[in-house]
């Protein structure tokens, strides 16, 4: 087969990775075409607080997907992999409420853990524990929101479900696909109760010591910044080629050869690994349906407020945990500007623990105005 010229346009994790396994897997000529003069996307890092490299975008991977894993092994960076400790974490609700034993991804799995727990009121619980009678719900809406509301009541979504899987994939999950978690869907299709699915899931993984003792986070020790680098080497030393500052203003199909146009320049095929938005802007001319789809795509921000706390100021009723979620309905409350400060400031979805040198780190969706002073922030967690 004839060498074919390949582009990849973004230089992400997404577009690299792609990169990286064209190149491992086929003799082509593969071209990676990056608009800003840096590449790694999302991901970045900077120092802050005495630490040379803290990520400023997302700081781990799920160690339970094996991609991710490959790919760390590939670029050499598979022996220096971290993981958080095992410590409990919470869900904000009027309080810090430790997340119930039996979950699987906010799925209840156990009953006593969830009627003991102080996270959902009496209604909430009565409401979760009739699950088991109930006949199958059907998938067809299609929204993980609508499935578990009709199982388990709106308590269980909103301060379980909804703030775990929300956080992980900054979503409102209400408008968001069974399809995009698979675990979820699996047990929502072929199990009438999600309750006892889930409970058989978990007794089945906890007969594997292997699955019931990994983790569940991972990073190089470098921080994922370090993966983004690593990968980049490895494409260029197998004869790849990354251009940055090459931003991509037209493509279109050459009708003579069928080949694509990607400002004038050739190539067999184009591999778009770049924003919905501004990938369909470039698709108008040349195929203008998925233009239009790539348009209507619904895609999320988020914003990183990192706080450092000396280890002597940090509260001993936070020790032990890694951090806490906070419902949708909790994060539209406006914190007082004085007194006692009682929550998270508002639009914060989550706040993480690094560590107790380097403690407090708030998401917050910019599409919720944050009325809380930043000199505030820094109280809300002893507060």
Sequence with gaps: MAQRRIAVVGAGISGLSTALALVDTSDHEIVVLEASSRIGGRIDASSFAGVDCLDTGADAFLARVPEALELT?????????????????????????????????????????????????????????????????????????????????????????????????????????????????AIAEDNRSML?????????????????????????????????????????????????????????????GGRWLVDGREFDAVIFAGPAKATGSLLTEATPEAADLLGEAETADVILVTLHISADQWPDRLHGLS????????????????????????????????????????????????STPYSQISALTSG
């Design 73 to 185: 092994e590939r670029v050499g960076l598979g022996s220096t992999l971290v993981s958080p400790e095992p410590v409990g974490a919470a869900v904000w609700n009027n309080g810090l409420h430790d997340i119930p034993d039996g979950l699987l991804l906010g799925l209840p799995g156990r009953a006593w853990p969830l009627a003991t727990s102080g996270l959902l009121s009496w209604k909430g619980k009565l409401r979760a524990a009739v699950e088991p009678l109930l006949p199958r719900t059907p998938t067809a809406d299609d929204s993980i929101g609508a499935f578990v509301r009709a199982r388990f009541g709106d308590e269980v979504h909103e301060r379980l479900v909804d703030a775990l899987v929300g956080s992980i994939y900054a979503t409102d999950t209400d408008n968001f696909s069974l399809a995009e978690v698979p675990q979820i869907r």
């Design 196 to 256: 006892l699915a889930a409970r058989r899931q978990r007794r089945s993984t906890a007969e594997t010591e292997s699955a019931a003792t990994s983790p569940i986070f991972a990073a190089p020790r470098g921080g994922i910044g370090s993966l983004i680098d690593a990968t980049a080497r490895a494409i260029t030393d197998a004869g790849g080629e990354i251009r940055t500052a090459k931003p991509v203003s037209e493509v279109s199909r050459n009708d003579e």
């Design 323 to 370: 951090g806490y979620l906070v419902p949708k309905p909790a994060q539209h409350r406006s914190v007082p500007r004085s007194g006692r400060i009682g929550g998270p400031p508002q639009g914060a979805r989550s706040c993480a623990f690094p560590s107790v040198e380097m403690a407090c780190r708030y998401s917050i969706s910019p599409t919720q105005k944050c």
